[in-house]
């Protein structure tokens, strides 16, 4: 089976092309054209810009996604699009394109759901899952437990309250200054930095629940940056203060990622979205999990999966094509605020 993957849900134009036979998945390729030089003018995605972008330049994309892969049309099973959430003006631009490419081309689409398709992420480098499984889902507009007992069934464990843990990255990037994306260049700043120069707050770290806060995290980093203590004008200092937020941050997130495990009793845990290439998350969860719940397997994305990209669709979309959960093109809508569960 040969998937169409296309993905415009923020401010990245991108198409992929995965295979799915006897049981393995290969991405056959995966472009993505970024905006991020775009955005990174005004400190953050303004959506009708985003949306103009995507316009210029999804078809280019799925081309090259075709000719890398060294497939035509006819090759095609299927085209599997993100319908939500995102960005309803960017949303619009892959749905239209995979609906007009279905009209013309005469193959199904799956409509797929952006936060479904970070966790299936997963499995575009085949890795074996024991369910029930915890996924911590950690993306710009997301931040969330989700315990499945079996393939694409969620039940929503715990969320953030308020900003989502990539937010709160971009956020505090912004008050440092730093620029957008604030994931990438925190985490680069954070290597050469104390985390222990700033006492920064764990929010919620210690509740029963299973929900998360960063907005007072946050808050606290903007305080320590107006306070006439500091010379944020101080390499040194920008680089104590990404350590020090990196480390609260993911403190947060691996104290409640494995006390949510332990209470689900779950074999395995998987990470997924944006944040998930956070190296620093991705060593501490890993070892956390060994020390709590030793016996659970720990699911990571592959590097190239983590932020947004189109072969993470595809993935999504042999499981559903397997199933042929097809959508007829005329239910085809777009759903910014789709839930998964
Ligand atoms: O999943 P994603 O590409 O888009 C959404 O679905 O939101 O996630 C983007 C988020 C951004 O907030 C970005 O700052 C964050 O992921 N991010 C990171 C890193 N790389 C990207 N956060 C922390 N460390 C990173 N290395
Ligand atoms: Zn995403």
């Given at each position: 089976m040969i998937i169409l993957g296309i993905e415009t849900s923020c401010d990245e134009t991108a198409a992929s092309i995965v295979e799915y036979k006897g049981g393995v998945f290969s991405v056959h390729s995966n472009i993505i054209s970024s905006q991020i030089e775009i955005h990174a003018k005004t400190g953050g995605v303004v959506p009708e810009v985003a949306a103009r972008e995507h316009i210029k330049n999804i078809l280019p994309v799925v081309n090259q996604a075709l000719v890398k892969a060294k497939?035509?049309?006819?090759?095609?099973d299927a085209i599997a699009v993100t319908t939500g959430p995102g960005l309803i003006t960017s949303l619009i631009v892959g749905i239209e394109t995979a609906k007009t490419l279905s009209h013309v081309w005469h193959k199904p689409i799956i409509s797929i759901n952006h936060i479904e398709a970070h966790l299936y992420?997963?499995?575009?480098?085949n890795k074996k899952v024991v369910f029930p499984l915890l996924a911590l889902i950690v993306s710009g507009g997301h931040t969330e437990l989700i315990l499945m007992k079996k393939h694409r069934h969620y039940k929503l464990v715990g969320k953030t309250r308020d900003d989502a843990a990539g937010e709160a990255f971009d956020k505090v990037a912004k008050i440092l200054k730093l620029?957008?994306?604030g994931g990438p260049v925190i985490a680069k700043l954070a290597m050469k930095g104390n985390e222990t120069a700033f006492n920064l707050p764990r929010p919620?770290?210690?509740?029963?629940?299973h929900d998360f806060s960063f907005s007072g995290l946050k808050t606290a980093v903007l305080y320590e940056s107006l306070?006439?203590?500091?010379?944020?004008?101080n390499k040194k200092k920008v680089a104590d203060m990404s350590a020090s937020f990196e480390k609260a941050a993911v403190d947060v997130l691996i104290k409640k990622t494995a006390h949510a495990a332990k209470q689900y009793n779950v074999k395995s845990v998987l990470l997924a979205g944006g944040v998930a290439a956070n190296k620093r998350l991705r060593a501490d969860l890993k070892n956390e999990l060994k020390n709590e719940i030793p016996k659970a397997k720990f699911l990571l994305p592959d590097l190239n999966y983590?932020?947004?990209?189109?072969a993470m669709i595809a993935v999504a979309g042999c499981f559903h094509a397997r199933k042929k959960e097809f959508t007829p093109i005329n239910k085809i809508k777009v759903d910014p605020n789709w839930e998964l569960s």
């Open positions: 497939v035509t049309a006819k090759n095609i992420a997963n499995f575009a480098t620029g957008y994306p919620m770290i210690n509740e029963k629940n306070s006439k203590k500091h010379n944020f004008r983590c932020t947004d990209n189109a």
